[in-house]
Structure formats: C-alpha cells, structure tokens
C-alpha cells in the first residue's frame, strides 16, 4: 500500500501532473520506491475516487490537457497516519543471494562474472548518490525537512557502500574457490 503515500508525499511537496510524478519518481522517490507511468495513472484515478487528492482546475480549459492533481486534506490526514503507524521491516528478498545459495548445491559457472557487474552497478548508483548529496545538502542546508531528505538519501549511501564492500569480499572469496 505503499504507492500511494508515496505519491501523496510527492504531491504535498509540490501539486503536478501524472507525467511529472513519473519524472520526479525517476530522479528521486524512484531510487527507493520505483513505479510505472502507468501504476502512477491508475494509483492518482484511485486516490482521487477515494478523495485524497483532486484535479486542479485548469487556467484555460482544452482538450487533451494534462491534469495537475493536488493533496486534500484527507490525503494529508491518510499521509499523516500511515507516517505515524508502527510497521515492521519487511524481510529481505534478494535474487542474487539466492542464487549464491543455489550456486554452494550446483556450482558458481557464471556467478563470478555477474558479481563483477553488480559490483560496478553498485558503484555507478553510489556515484550518483554522492553526486546528488554534494549538489542538494550543502552543509548551509540545514531545515528540518533537509534533514530528513537527507537521512533518506544517506540510506541509499549506505547501502550501496555495503554492497559494494560485500561484493568486493565476494569476489575475493571467489577468487579463492577451485575452479569447478
């Protein structure tokens, strides 16, 4: 039930159309919680038939306009509990260490390979964090909601750094196995 919040947040912070949901989901909320343009779509029809955000009215009607939606107060509210209700952490589903697990039963042929592309993966998205976290956090930034956006981006920090440490002692290991 996710999704929904999320676009609630993203339009309290700013009231927009579905097109610029799916671009600022792609250059910020999607590095943590990624959806379709057409999840986005049909999750603003819902939220809007339930009453949690509306259709602002256009300056100049026309057909085939973009509609730019924005949060009601119920929506703020709805936003409000969900932020403040007790939620377990999800267990943790990751393909890859799936198939590390299955690669100790039927052999690691391949594995090597697609580790180093994860690695370099990791590398390039921690890049981009650290880029990001230079040009949107100078140490001059310091309102409350800059603290929290940070907090954010430091999660995203922190794990790529963990797998990138995790993978760099992966293929260590790797390369200590006999071949098979």
């Known amino acids: 039930m996710s999704l929904p919040h999320a676009i ?13 949901l799916t671009r600022r989901f792609d250059k910020s909320i999607g590095y943590f919680w990624s959806a379709t343009h057409q999840q986005i779509y049909r999750e603003l029809g819902k939220l809007e038939g339930e009453g949690l955000i509306r259709t602002l009215p256009a300056e100049q009607p026309a057909r085939g306009q973009k509609k730019s939606y924005e949060v009601l107060p119920a929506g703020r509210a709805e ?3 969900w932020t403040a209700a007790a939620q377990d952490p999800r267990p943790q589903r990751d393909v890859l ?4 697990r299955a690669a100790a039963v039927v052999g690691t042929a391949g594995l090597e390979a697609d580790l180093r592309r994860h690695l370099e993966l990791h590398r390039r998205q921690l890049a981009e964090y650290r880029e990001i976290e230079q040009r949107d956090f100078p140490p001059d930034r ?3 909601e800059d603290r929290i956006r940070h907090l954010v ?4 920090i922190d794990l790529e750094t963990f ?7 992966a293929l ?3 390369a200590e196995l006999p071949d098979d």
């Open 163 to 169: 797998w990138t440490q995790w993978l760099t002692h």
């Open 142 to 144: 310091d309102a409350p």
């Open 79 to 81: 936003l409000a509990r």
């Open 153 to 156: 981006l430091r999660a995203g």
């Open 97 to 100: 260490l799936l198939r590390l």
């Open 8 to 20: 609630l947040t993203a339009l309290l912070e700013k009231p927009s159309s579905g097109l610029d």
């Open 172 to 174: 260590a290991q790797f």
